[in-house]
């Protein structure tokens, strides 16, 4: 009788033990699986692949926007898989057009870009870098991903309109040509003179 009541002490001094091994460790054990996964997240992000390890760039098809002389306006969104992590980071659609892509610090404007090749890239790379993309969705001027909570997306005037959409980031000498256009000194003397009647 002796040997059963030593036993049961036994194990119910091993259960308690492992109760409070579970109870001490546990909520540790579950918050080091999630940083685990989120870790390997960031990994597979940062290497441009999915959770199934294949190419990001495989996940989706663009279509280049060029001018008359074949120079890179922009890209389209032709084709995009429901699971591919340029949908599930940025929110990216079907029909989307790329506009720029963002990554520490430095715009990437496709238009700019010296090939499509180069732009494409930049593409991929805003998504390593967990960096932005600015896309046209039907009227409107998108940064992705879209900050949670952010407000509603600020709709952009069609081309033909005879006012001009209104925003925040727009500059206030809106009416004036932009440098990179190459303005001579005389020709942006004269455009500062007209919003500057005293010049």
């Known amino acids: 009788m002796r040997m059963v009541f030593g036993l049961v002490g036994i194990l119910v001094t091993m259960f308690v033990i492992i109760l409070i091994i579970k109870y001490a460790y546990g909520p540790n054990m579950s918050a080091v699986a999630h940083a685990n996964d989120q870790a390997k997240s960031e990994v597979q992000q940062f290497g441009g692949m999915t959770a199934d390890h294949r190419d990001v760039t495989t996940t989706y098809k663009l279509f280049a926007d060029t001018n008359a002389?074949?120079?890179l306006l922009d890209f389209q969104v032709a084709d995009i898989d429901a699971d591919s992590?340029?949908?599930?980071?940025?929110?990216?659609?079907t029909n989307d057009v790329i506009?720029?892509?963002?990554?520490?610090?430095?715009?990437f404007k496709m238009n700019q870009q010296d090939d499509e090749e180069s732009a494409k890239f930049a593409i991929r790379d805003a998504f390593t870098m967990q960096g932005h993309l600015v896309v046209q969705r039907g009227d409107m001027k998108l940064t992705l991903p879209m900050a949670p909570g952010s407000a509603a997306p600020v709709a952009v005037a069609p081309a033909n309109s005879s006012t001009p959409a209104t925003s925040p980031s727009q500059p206030i000498n809106q009416g004036i040509k932009n440098p990179d256009n190459?303005?001579?000194?005389?020709?942006?003397?004269?455009?500062?003179?007209?919003?500057?009647?005293?010049?």
């Open 69 to 71: 002389n074949g120079k």
């Open 85 to 93: 992590p340029m949908a599930t980071y940025f929110g990216l659609k």
């Open 99 to 107: 506009l720029s892509a963002e990554h520490n610090a430095v715009e």
């Open 182 to 199: 190459e303005m001579t000194p005389d020709e942006r003397l004269k455009a500062l003179s007209h919003m500057n009647p005293g010049m």
